[in-house]
């Protein structure tokens, strides 16, 4: 994917309630942004990162900022914007970049499914014509290259895979897809030392069938690209 129009460089002062970030553009032009990222954001969003926000035109937006990018003190690229993990992951599913995720017959984006009627990422008709529910997840945490899901406690990340796992039972293709939206990280593993839970749910639902897969992204401020897949270790 590719950025409509340039985005707009500047500092990061800080990041607070959530949704909101200053940034400063230089000569005392700090302006407040919209932060589209509700997680942790553990070293994705120190003061002094670089940061990169795209421009609204709607006059009806209170925030016309969007934090898209950071970039952390090693110059490693990162995508703040959680958003475009599923349209990255959209492009994947439409590419051959990963045989087991490719050859769709048919492919739907936030389809409703399971008892509890949420909203699968991607659903689609394989080539053997099983239906299959992919939900997608975007990692940026990391650590001496390795990347780690969930940044917090993630009551919703437990739910989503139970939900992948009742679908395996109930005879389809389940996958759990990590996008990396992180340049300095190699590989994906679930983040025991912070969501022990979520690690457990991991093996167990790969013991009932639901695959993983990890793919990197090549991130700078003109576009957002598909790299090449990395390892996960359950």
């Known amino acids: 994917m590719q950025f409509n129009k340039p985005l707009r460089q500047g500092v990061l002062q800080k990041r607070y309630k959530r949704f909101l970030a200053d940034i400063d553009f230089g000569q005392g032009d700090i302006i407040t942004a919209h ?99 992919i939900e997608v997840k975007s990692v940026t945490l990391a650590d001496d290259k390795c990347g780690y899901f969930p940044d917090a406690v993630s009551q919703r990340a437990h739910k989503h895979l139970n939900e992948l796992m009742q679908m395996t039972r109930d005879g389809h293709r389940a996958i759990q897809l990590y996008m990396v939206m992180h340049q300095g990280i190699e590989s994906v593993t679930p983040a025991k030392h912070i969501d022990p839970k979520y690690a457990e749910l991991c093996k167990q639902a790969e013991s009932e069938g639901v695959e993983f897969y990890a793919v990197k992204c090549v991130i700078t401020p003109q576009e957002i690209k598909l790299e090449r897949p990395v390892p996960v270790t359950l």
């Open 35 to 133: 932060c589209p990222n509700t997680g942790a954001m553990t070293g994705c969003a120190q003061p002094g990162f670089k940061a990169w926000c795209s421009v609204s035109e709607n006059p009806k937006r209170k925030y016309s900022l969007t934090w898209e990018l950071a970039q952390n003190s090693k110059a490693e690229m990162i995508v703040v914007n959680t958003q475009h993990a599923n349209r990255m992951a959209g492009e994947l599913l439409q590419a051959n970049l990963v045989p087991e995720l490719s050859q769709w017959q048919e492919l739907k984006p936030e389809l409703r499914y399971g008892r509890e009627k949420s909203r699968i990422d991607w659903w689609g008709i394989d080539a053997n014509r099983q239906e299959c529910f």
